[in-house]
């Protein structure tokens, strides 16, 4: 790392660690929800019956197939798509109590994604839900329905739009397209502060779409919209996706400080160690086929991951003190796919039993296990195990200048007590001690279970 410091004048505009109630309350969510709804949800990944799947990159990117099936004026078809949105079975109540019984905290729901297609009534584009048979504001019953459940809401927002004439992914060079894109941002502002006045409940946005070199040499723009937005909406909380630098250093700026609230940069992927992070909050945003974030009627013949697939990210995430966002991709109807549906009711279980090894629980500073993760809250540690010792001894390693120790040990999913003690292992013994918690044979579990332990000094 260079030690130069470079002069910024686009850098940061919130503090970095933010303690305010808002960033208290997102550090401790622990899970939360992504839903991608929009006009791809029709298609679903597919057209008469040809799958899209390999042509596109993710079902929501449908519009730009180029598959067998898709007719000759493909991008207009899809642009008409809105005519047919009609989801008789769209219910926000019945989405957030299904949020709320899988443990979710926060909500992630797309406004508008690259199709441009607007998912609430906006005075400034013709192009949204207004224009459908079903015609009511989605957005807003959205936003209604999980605030109600205690569920904050954030809100995805793709700056790029694939439809929009005045859009550009070029730095705009002659006059006309400097005044086509500035007619954009003008648009792009007007809309984030419409959102903002609509839906004063939102926490946030999610953005996304701010990889062109149009936005990007839009610095200056961007810099003083983030500003803007802030100033509107105390409290408020952008990812670090939304702006970069005058050197067009995105996420962190030339200097290396994060721009926005929360590193955005895990989508679909997980950091390997603590040492990435750096202390910065952060979120994971994870499908459950391998790509395809909007509804895809056909899962066979992929690798969709399994309740237990999630638990484990889950759980690594908080064991790495970060967020972990599950996204859902509801039909044309407004029905979840019922894979998905299945998911929800088990991580849901699961949740309601070891919830608290996630919620509000960070980084244990501890030795990482093969037998699981360690997230620690005030003086509890928790460990939940995924390869369970085959002689039942649970041995954990404590780095012998460690003031806390585990002392006592119960079993999250039945309260039972578990007999810790103290053994001396031979592994670099200079380094560390070893504490062992004994499992009763009888004990049965067919998922990750969690070892909740009380630390205190050492004896
Ligand atoms: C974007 C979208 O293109 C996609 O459709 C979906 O909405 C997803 C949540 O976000 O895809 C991305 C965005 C960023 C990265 C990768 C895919 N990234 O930073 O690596």
Known sequence: KSTEIKEIKYGPLSPANRTDEAMV????????????????????????GVSARGGAAASEWIRSWRGPSAPKDWVNTYDNLYKQFNPKDFDAKRWAKQAKDMGAKYVIFTTKHHDGFAMWPTKYSP????????????????????????IDVYLYFSVLEWNNPDYMGKEPKTEEEKK???????????????????YPKMKGFWFDGTWDQSW???????????KELREKHPGLIIGSRFRNDEFGKRHFDSNGQMLGDYEQGWERKLPGDITWLEGRDWDCVMTIPPNGWGYMKDWSGIYTKTTDDIIDMLTYSASLSGNFVLNFGPDGQGNMHPEEDKIAKELGEWMKINGEAIYGAKHAGMTNSKLGYFTKKADNLYLTVFNRPVNNIVRISVPKAATEVPVSATLLVNGQMLEVRHSDLGIDLDKNTYYDVLLPKSFQSD????IKMKTGAPK
């Open 25 to 48: 309350a997102f550090r401790n969510y622990g899970l939360g929800q992504f839903i991608h709804w929009g006009l791809y949800a029709i298609p679903g990944n597919e057209w008469e």
């Open 127 to 150: 192009y949204n839900i207004s224009k459908t048979p079903y015609k009511k504001d989605i957005v807003k019953e959205v936003v209604d329905a999980y605030t109600a459940v205690g």
């Open 180 to 198: 086509k894109f500035d007619k954009f941002l003008k648009y792009t502002r007007n809309q984030l502060l419409e959102l903002m006045t609509n």
């Open 216 to 226: 990007i040499k839009s610095y200056d723009f961007t810099y003083n919209l983030e």
């Open 447 to 450: 998922r990750a279970f969690v």
